[in-house]
C-alpha cells in the first residue's frame, strides 16, 4: 500500500480508444474516483511530450507523479496498491489459482488474437478509416495499412479467428449459465479482462462498432448468451457511473499542473530484482520501447533505471518544466536497453 496521501488519478484517453473503455471500466467497478484529459487519437500526444512520456499507446494513467503506461500494468498496480477500495480480482496470496486463471484470461484477449483479429475487422465506413492522418498513423504503429483493398484480404482469416473466440465465450466462459464471467453477482475482473473486444464488436457503427457489417456473425440468434452479457455489462456500468457522478475533464495545461504539483503515489525506493536476464543494474540510463510493433524503437522512452521486476520496469525522466516524474512499463513486449540517447 501506498505510504502516502493517495493523490489524484487521471486519466489519458480518447473517445474510440476500446482500450481506454477497458480502463473505464475497471476503474468504475472499483468505484476509483479518476478526471479525464482527452488525447488525440493519433500521434503526436504534446501533453504527454510535456510530461516525458513517448509509449505511443493509450491510455496512461497518472496517479500524482506516478504514470502508468499500458492498462495491464495499470490494473495491475491498481490492485496491488491502490489502498481505498477493496481489490476487483483474486488476491493471489489468498486465491492463486484464481489469480492465474484471471491472468491467463487477460493475456489472451491481448496475446491470444482475440485484440488483433478484431481490429483486422474494423468495418471499411467506420470514421476513423476515412481520415488518411489516422490509417498513416496505424500503419506506423502496426506495419499494416487499413485500406479497403487490405481489410478485403485478411477479413475472411479474421471472421474465422473471431469465431472461435465468439463460440469461447457463448460456450465455455457462459456456456453453464452464469451472468458473469468471474462467476459472482457484479462484475468481476474476468468481465474486464475479457469484455472490452467483444463489446467493441457490438459497438454502434459511429463507435467503431462491427455488428452491422457482419450480421452472419455477429446475430444474437447464434451468440445469445454473449449478447446478454455486454448487454448486462453496460447497462451496469451506466447506473455505476449515474452513482459515481460525471466525470470531470481536464484541459491539457490543467493535466499538467496537477500531476507536477502532485506527490508520487508509490514509495521512494522501488523493488530491483538481484538478477535480471537484461544485465542491467539500477541507476543505469536505459530507453524502454515496444517490441511488439514493427516501429516501437521509435517511440522510446528514456530515464535512469529505478524499478526492475519479473513484470514491471520504471525509470525516472522529467517533464518539460524540469520536474522528476516516474515512467511504469510492464515487462511484456518491452525492450529495456542501455541508452542511445542519454538523458
Not at 77 to 91: C, H, I, N, S
Not at 137 to 149: C, H, I, M, P
Amino acid at each position: 500500500m501506498s505510504p502516502f496521501q493517495t493523490p489524484s488519478l487521471l486519466l489519458f484517453t480518447y473517445p474510440e480508444s476500446v482500450v481506454g473503455r477497458r480502463l473505464d471500466w475497471y476503474l468504475t467497478l472499483r468505484r476509483i474516483p479518476y478526471v479525464h484529459c482527452e488525447v488525440d487519437n493519433k500521434m503526436p500526444r504534446p501533453v504527454l511530450e510535456r510530461l516525458g512520456v513517448h509509449y505511443r499507446r493509450i491510455p496512461v494513467l497518472a496517479v500524482g507523479r506516478d504514470l502508468y503506461c499500458d492498462s495491464r500494468c495499470i490494473i495491475q498496480t491498481m490492485e496491488d496498491l491502490y489502498p481505498k477500495t477493496q481489490r476487483l480480482g483474486a488476491d493471489p496470496k489468498q486465491r492463486p489459482f484464481d489469480a492465474g486463471i484471471q491472468k491467463l484470461l487477460e493475456n489472451w484477449a491481448f496475446e491470444g488474437g482475440v485484440f488483433m483479429k478484431t481490429a483486422m475487422l474494423i468495418s471499411p465506413d467506420a470514421k476513423l478509416v476515412q481520415d488518411p492522418s489516422w490509417l498513416e498513423d496505424r500503419y506506423q504503429l502496426s506495419g499494416f495499412r487499413f485500406s479497403k483493398e487490405a481489410m478485403e484480404q485478411i477479413r475472411p482469416d479474421a471472421l474465422a479467428a473471431a469465431r472461435m473466440h465468439l463460440d469461447i465465450v457463448e460456450n465455455m466462459l457462459l456456456g453453464d449459465g452464469r451472468e458473469w464471467i468471474s462467476g459472482g453477482e457484479e462484475p468481476g475482473l474476468a468481465d474486464v479482462h475479457v469484455g472490452w473486444p467483444f463489446d467493441w464488436m457490438l459497438r454502434d457503427p459511429e463507435k467503431m462498432g462491427m455488428k452491422h457489417a457482419y450480421p452472419e456473425l455477429l446475430n444474437e440468434q447464434k451468440y445469445p448468451k454473449m449478447f446478454a452479457w455486454i448487454d448486462r455489462l453496460n447497462r451496469f456500468m451506466e447506473e455505476k457511473r449515474k452513482e459515481q457522478g460525471e466525470l470531470k475533464m481536464l484541459s491539457s495545461d490543467e493535466a499538467v499542473k496537477l500531476i507536477e504539483n502532485s506527490s508520487l503515489f508509490e514509495h521512494e525506493e522501488l523493488d530491483i530484482v538481484e538478477w535480471d536476464p537484461t544485465g542491467l543494474k539500477k541507476g543505469a540510463e536505459v530507453d524502454l520501447f515496444a517490441t511488439d510493433v514493427p516501429n516501437g524503437f521509435q517511440n522510446r522512452d528514456t530515464g535512469e533505471l529505478i524499478g526492475l521486476t519479473a513484470g514491471r520496469v520504471t525509470v525516472k525522466a522529467k517533464t518539460k518544466d524540469g520536474i522528476d516524474v516516474r515512467i511504469h512499463y510492464p515487462r511484456i513486449n518491452i525492450k529495456i536497453a542501455p541508452s542511445t540517447t542519454g538523458l
